[in-house]
């Protein structure tokens, strides 16, 4: 009876890091893009704002 409750322990712990993997890789992949888009969209703001005082 102890060893079916080891298995079913070991296959939650299991799952669990499974999980973990998954949402660790896709943060890694999904940060630098976030980013980047934060970053292009700064850039566009600071370029219409000099266009802005150009045209002044």
């Known amino acids: 009876m ?5 298995f079913i322990a070991g296959f939650i712990v299991f799952i669990i890091a499974i999980i973990a993997i998954i949402k660790g890789v896709t943060h890694r992949i999904k940060s630098p893009t976030d980013d980047l888009k934060g970053e292009v969209s700064s850039l566009k703001n600071r370029v219409n704002e000099l ?3 150009k045209k002044s």
């Open 2 to 6: 102890e060893i079916i409750f080891m």
């Open 51 to 53: 266009e802005n005082e």
